[in-house]
């Protein structure tokens, strides 16, 4: 497996050559200069010359190829073909008996349960019944799902609330007959029958055909108030529940049915009540759980020492019970003060584990993920535990390794991406989601990140002092520590990523740089950020199958090479934060795949001319251009989708661009810009595209810009802050009506909210701060501006002369100051 993957990555390098190839002629054919030319000419890329040798490689790798499948049929290897979706490891069947005393710290849990069990089903289920409602409990896998099941379905308070309890372990396999097998045995079980009688009733409808099967469940359940606990439900397939859900509407009124699942997706399908989203447990519970599983009763007492270790322990295992159990029992009985601190300090994954322990049980979440985004999920363990991941950040390194895979071929890559997001996040593998609309952000659980370690360990590694022995497997590098680049340096040439994810750290020594350049010709990304070398080789122009190169908040560097407009591949290049990068090279137009580009220089005047021609872009952004006064010339870029300026103090207008078809604007500390529209749209009345609007610190504007309006009917996402003249917000701001965020602070003489804000239907959350004269008006309850906005489901209000706020709901900020956090946390994925 080994061979074939390095085979196929080598076949990938061929591709990108050819695909390279194409690109180079494409700005050969644009460009007027012979010189240009002749060096083409005499370069490995001409035709003469590139066609033998692709040959050639492709001849290699078809032979390695040949020799590979040779040696499968010697070894008498089978090729199985695998269902998509094939789930290749199981959980164990589960039961309805439970010791209330092993489960610790859910006695909550239970009563929220147990309340909504005995409410009455108002709503139906959406098809027009009333008998039967589906409660899902949702959560990480090891969270304790089905313990707190088994709490609610041993409740003596169900068994005078229901006629029949039945208990069903689904897990893998939602096939039809077998559910009414398991659903008619368990029912038997429950009733007051000999246990010899309901195992005989297991054997005879165990060869009944589909119709005998569905008359015996449909007799069994008839008229019955019954509660049906189905756990471990993996089926996304909604034909198959409305099947099954059709064959037991047969119940009496008020028959219950709760869902175990670590999908949101499938408790959304399948829930008639609101998800019940199960949070981990408390440290003190979670401690009191350990002990539990680590000492026999009372033993704790005599091993402090050991205790204080075990704290820490329990710190790692974020609240998930199962972790909990499997870090005591692996200790259990062992007082050697060193083997503590091995489990603490190792990762979770280095750990031996039980086929029922919290790896193999986050395992099964991983095997049921489709290909595409089992392959995404690896490239999580990049990064150090409760990183803040951005959509900006993943989306790029997902798109540079080629990850992302349209279905139609059409679909934009960034929007692939965030279905990604999607689907991981409803399967419970991301949590602290945050939607700013065009912009989000995630963490990963520090357990599924131990579980990206342990799929990813021969193929990604993360680098420190420490680091010792680096497989020749390994293709993606992550720097951690300052002078961590030293350990690098294996002989594998297919290393395709290099980052340096940490604030802070980045590279100091220009000849190992330039080192690692030249053996690593095959790098798709390569993240410098927080580095400190004065000058970027020359060589970075042998890297060409490079996609991403980020050069930001390195405050020595002064010139780039121009080499570095050599690299037709690259997609991102972000410059910002380089605060005495003196110019810009000449020739970016040739960088023809380029999809981001971030700048921060020191000239006065920049020509757009050149990022005309730049027809892929997408995200153009200024940042820190303290002398940048003229942007001249003119960009008609139907691509561009995001623009960022922000701290050009002395920029007198933004980019002549089609604003009409950016899809987010950000303008922040930009005290001379002059908000009118450029003559090319002043005329225009082309409906915008724009969702995300964010202007910040402008002290002398009286009133929002004019062209806002024009936004009015696509804006998503709206940000207002540090405008100490602004007395008004515009009327426009009623006709929102996809507006879903609204963030005004630092308007001390705003006083006032346009009539019609109860319009704003969409409208999620709305926070308000440091605008005394309006917070007064926005009080809860008493205040004149209350009715507008108390239907709004999160608003934060600052309080008008105090630091205390009143939130209902919770903002989706919590008490973060917004600005510097949405900067470097969503915008620019520091």
């Given at each position: ?27 050969l ?48 290897l ?35 349960i ?16 009333k ?5 899902p ?15 609610v ?7 005078e ?11 893998n ?10 659903v ?9 029958v ?32 019954f ?14 529940w ?27 399908m ?57 870090l005591?029992s ?42 595409h ?36 071929g ?14 991981l996040?409803?399967?419970s ?11 989000y ?66 590279v ?12 690593y ?5 390569l ?42 591949c ?28 971030y ?56 980019p002549?661009c ?42 002398e504007l ?12 696509t ?9 100490p003249?602004?007395?008004?917000l ?14 005004i ?25 440091d ?29 008008p ?14 008490n ?8 470097s ?6």
């Open positions: 497996m080994r061979q074939i993957q390095n085979i196929c990555s080598d076949a990938e390098n061929v591709f990108d050559g050819f695909e390279l190839q194409h690109k180079k002629k494409q700005v054919e644009a460009s007027s200069s012979t010189r240009m030319k002749v060096r083409h000419f005499l370069s490995p890329s001409n035709p003469l010359v590139f066609r033998p040798k692709m040959a050639h490689q492709i001849k290699e790798i078809k032979d390695r190829l040949d020799k590979v499948a040779a040696d499968g049929t010697r070894f008498g089978a090729t199985i073909n695998v269902v998509p979706g094939l789930v290749l490891q199981g959980r164990e069947m589960t039961h309805s008996h439970v010791d209330a005393l092993d489960v610790i710290g859910r006695e909550h849990e239970r009563e929220d147990v309340k909504l069990l005995m409410q009455p089903h108002p709503q139906g289920d959406g098809d027009g019944d008998s039967l409602c589906v409660i409990i949702v959560g990480i896998g090891g969270l304790g799902k089905t313990a707190l099941a088994k709490l379905f041993n409740d003596k308070r169900m068994d609330l229901f006629q029949l309890k039945i208990w069903v372990c689904v897990s396999d939602f096939d039809i007959r077998q559910l009414i097998i398991k008619v045995n368990s029912a038997y079980a429950s009733d007051s000999p246990a010899a009688a309901a195992l005989a009733h297991q054997e005879n409808i165990n060869n009944f055909d589909i119709e005998q099967l569905q008359k015996r469940l449909r007799y069994k359940l008839s008229r019955q108030k509660l049906l606990v189905l756990d471990d439900i993996w089926n996304e397939d909604r034909a198959e409305i099947k099954f859900k059709d064959l037991i509407k047969v119940g009496a009124p008020g028959s219950k049915i709760i869902a175990t699942t670590r999908s949101n997706s499938i408790a959304s399948m829930g008639t009540f609101p998800s019940y989203v199960l949070e981990g447990l408390s440290h003190e519970n979670c401690l009191s759980l350990f002990v539990k599983w680590a000492f026999k009763e009372g033993e704790e007492d005599k091993y402090p020492n050991l205790m204080e270790i075990g704290k820490q322990i329990v710190r790692k295992c974020q609240g998930v019970p199962l972790a909990v159990r499997t005591g692996s200790l259990f009985s062992k007082f050697d003060v060193s083997k503590w601190k091995f489990v603490r300090d190792s990762e979770i994954w280095n750990l031996r584990q039980n086929k029922d322990d919290i790896l193999p049980a986050l395992k099964l979440s991983y095997d049921q993920l489709p290909s985004l089992r392959h995404c999920f690896t490239y999580f363990s990049l990064y150090p535990k409760d990183f803040g991941f951005t959509g900006v950040e993943i989306t790029k390194l997902w798109v540079a390794l080629g990850l992302l895979q349209s279905q139609d059409n679909q934009r890559l960034e929007n692939i991406a965030r279905d990604y997001i999607d689907e996040r409803s399967r593998f991301l949590q602290d989601f945050e939607d700013f609309g065009h912009f952000n995630f963490k990963v659980h520090d357990l599924v990140h131990d579980l990206s370690l342990y799929i990813a360990k021969d193929e990604c590694v993360v680098v420190d002092s420490n680091t010792r022995n680096i497989s020749q497997q390994v293709r993606h590098f992550s720097m951690v520590e300052n002078g961590s680049l030293s350990a690098l340096f294996p002989k594998s040439k297919s290393v395709r990523t290099i980052l340096f994810p940490i604030e802070g750290v980045g100091d020594n220009e000849s190992l740089l330039d080192a690692s350049i030249l053996r010709k095959y790098l798709r990304i993240d410098l950020s927080d580095s400190s070398f004065e000058t970027l080789p020359n060589s970075i122009a042998k890297l060409e199958h490079l996609r991403v190169l980020n050069l930001s908040d390195n405050c020595n560097i002064k010139r780039l090479p121009h080499s570095i407009c050599k690299l037709q690259l997609q991102v290049l972000s410059l910002s934060g380089c605060m005495n990068l003196e110019t810009l090279p000449k020739g970016l137009d040739k960088l023809i795949s380029l999809r981001q580009l700048i921060t220089t020191k000239q006065s005047v920049l020509s757009l001319d050149e990022f005309a021609s730049l027809s892929n872009l997408q995200t153009l952004s200024f940042e820190y251009c303290d002398n940048l006064k003229v942007l001249h010339g003119e960009m008609q870029l139907a691509t561009l989708e995001v623009l960022i300026v922000r701290s050009c103090s002395r920029l007198i207008s933004l002549r089609s604003l009409s078809e950016l899809e987010a604007l950000l303008v922040s500390d930009c005290k001379m810009l002059q908000f009118g529209l450029p003559e090319n749209l002043q005329s225009k009345t082309k409906r915008w595209r724009m969702n995300f609007l964010l202007l910040d610190n402008f002290p009286h009133t929002l810009p004019e062209w806002i309006e024009r936004a009015a009917e804006l998503q996402t709206l940000i207002i802050s540090n405008f003249m602004l007395q008004r515009p009327e426009c701001l009623t006709r929102m009506t996809h507006l879903k965020l609204l963030y602070a630092d308007c001390p003489l705003l006083d006032s909210l346009p009539n019609g804000m109860q319009h704003l239907t969409s409208l999620d959350d709305l926070t308000i701060d605008c005394p004269k309006l917070c007064r008006k926005c009080q809860a309850s008493f205040g004149e501006y209350w009715p507008m906005i108390s239907h709004i489901k999160r608003v934060s209000i600052g309080e002369e105090k630091e205390e706020r009143h939130e209902r709901g919770g903002s989706v900020f919590g973060t100051d917004l600005l510097p956090y949405l900067w946390e969503v915008v620019e994925g520091k």
